[in-house]
């Protein structure tokens, strides 16, 4: 998913526009150490998929790039990224409707009794 920043960012000595956020690169490691680094941080505990700091990470991550740029961001820019990763964390329809098991009806329960 492509971001296109309203400020640019410096890294690597070069300005940075947009951000090609893909998200579904990331591996379970990578949520894993995403949240040890904070929790070494933080020394509390943390409801990570909501945590700033854990999807700005997690998006460092998935952009192969120092945390430490992306907290250049401007706060608008910063809270589109946040949002994107945390939506990404929290979809629910990602898997598709032969994985999802439906229950089984029984034809001789009527809901008029």
Do not use: G
């Amino acid at each position: 998913m492509i971001i296109k920043l309203r400020k640019p960012i410096k890294w690597n000595n070069e300005e940075v526009s947009e951000l090609d956020l893909q998200l579904e690169n990331l591996k379970p490691d990578d949520l894993i150490d995403a949240e040890e680094e904070i929790m070494k941080d933080k020394r509390i505990a943390v409801v990570m998929d909501s945590s700033r700091d854990y999807c700005i990470r997690l998006a460092a991550r998935a952009l192969k790039m120092p945390v430490e740029t992306l907290k250049q961001l401007e706060i608008r820019d910063f809270r589109v990224v946040v949002d994107k990763v945390l939506s990404f964390l929290l979809d629910t329809d990602s898997t598709t409707s032969e994985e999802v098991e439906t229950p089984a009806t029984n034809p001789e329960i009527s809901s008029e009794d």
